[in-house]
């Protein structure tokens, strides 16, 4: 049974999953793990908080991308879907990283090694030296420019576009054969490519947001964009388990997390024998998938209308997501000098990136060209509609 109306759980989940990139972000400038720049007070105290989202926020956005990929692809075809793909990521991509990224490659280099820095230091020679290329390095800390930092989930998602729409241009069966699985199947059965990717892949390649050489990440995040788009014809199962699963997968995600952090705290500082770590690293991927299923599941719950409000928070996403870390960069060391207690200065930063996030894009939307810069299409204000699940039953989510 279909019924036509657009996806509101999943713009609820878009929504909620780019949300949390603000305050982990701004919690990446207290933690003591590498970052662009880094708090004078920053320390292990809410690295464990940290934990409890890192394993999954993205995976769970780019199995939502391939859902929403799917829907664009039954509209628009194969050549209607690559070019509103490209334009929709490619043009943010590499405006921000001519623009927007290069506040947080200067700050790095301001605050790590500011010998380095061309000319007087000023932020207009280095944006210069910046366009023309080259190498900062610290030791063996190196950092090529242009970069595009957190912009790199543009081109894995452009990427992985690309070969679905290969895929179906060269064979685009008639029919669909849908996979049935037992409900409780999907507690599990999914999880396992990625707890082999873990075991694996992870250690050979490890995490580089280097698009040729980062086989870890694309086996992953691959794999969950594979996953979502398959959710709307041949694993429709998958939101119908969420939703019966929700509690159980949110209390083993939450049960996992504290296995781990107990884990992680237990040998800090001493080797862990090698059983028990290759045990770990499959708890993390259980806990990642258990946490996306958890998401799609209480999606489905909280966002069951179109409601004009999520339509419009929806549309600003990847505007926001193109801005926002240079955003928290660039305002944290505006607050540097107050000295702020890091949880006032914290709030003040997600306060701030979120506000400032908001007013650009109400500024930006109304100019035709920069708005396409930003990640702000010109037909965001109607956005397409596609059929929707019934939970009831296990039908495929056909565009």
């Not at 107990?262 to 290759?278: I, S």
């Not at 993390?284 to 299923?293: C, D, F, K, T, Y």
């Not at 928290?328 to 990136?353: D, H, R, Y």
């Amino acid at each position: 049974m279909h019924s036509e109306s657009r996806l509101p759980f999943l713009d609820g989940l878009r929504l909620a999953a780019f949300a949390l990139l603000i305050p982990y972000h701004v919690g990446m400038y207290y933690v003591s793990w590498d970052w662009h720049v880094k708090s004078a007070l920053a320390g292990p105290t809410i690295e464990p908080l940290m934990l409890l989202s890192s394993p999954w926020r993205l995976g769970l956005l780019f199995l939502v991308a391939g859902a929403a990929c799917q829907g664009l692809w039954q509209r628009r075809g194969g050549w209607g879907f690559m070019r509103e793909r490209s334009r929709r990521l490619l043009l943010p991509l590499l405006f921000g990283m001519a623009v927007i990224v290069t506040p947080q490659a200067y700050f790095e280099v301001l605050t790590k090694a500011p010998q380095l820095l061309p000319g007087d230091g000023g932020y207009l020679d280095f944006w210069a030296a910046y366009l023309r290329g080259g190498r900062y390095c610290r030791g063996q800390d190196c950092m090529d420019v242009p970069t595009w930092n957190h912009l790199w989930f543009l081109p894995y998602l452009w990427v992985y576009a690309l070969f679905a729409a290969l895929m179906l241009a060269w064979r685009r069966p008639e029919t669909v054969t849908r996979a049935v699985w037992p409900d409780w199947a999907w507690l599990l059965l999914p999880a396992l490519p990625l707890v082999l990717a873990r075991q694996w892949l992870m250690p050979l390649f490890p995490s580089s947001h280097d698009l040729w050489t980062d086989f870890y990440n694309h086996a992953q995040y691959g794999y969950l964009f594979a996953l979502g788009w398959g959710s709307r014809s041949i694993w429709p199962g998958l939101w119908q388990a969420a939703l019966r699963y929700r509690a159980l997968s949110l209390g083993l995600a939450l049960a996992a997390w504290a296995l781990l952090i107990v884990y992680f705290q237990a040998y800090e500082t001493v080797e862990p024998p090698a059983a028990l770590r290759a045990l770990m690293r499959g708890l993390w991927r259980l806990m990642a998938w258990w946490a996306i299923l958890a998401a799609c599941g209480w999606a489905q719950r909280v966002f069951r209308e179109n409601k004009p409000w999520l339509r419009a928070a929806s549309q600003g996403v990847l505007c926001a997501y193109v801005l926002h870390q240079s955003l928290i960069v660039v305002f944290s060391q505006w607050l540097k000098p107050l000295a702020w207690p890091p949880l006032l200065e914290g709030l003040a930063l997600i306060g701030l990136t979120a506000l400032a996030c908001a007013v650009l894009y109400r500024l930006l939307r109304p100019l035709p060209l920069l708005r396409e810069l930003v990640g702000i299409t010109a037909g965001s204000a109607r956005p397409p509609r596609c059929s929707a699940p019934n939970p009831a039953h296990s039908v495929p989510l056909s565009g």
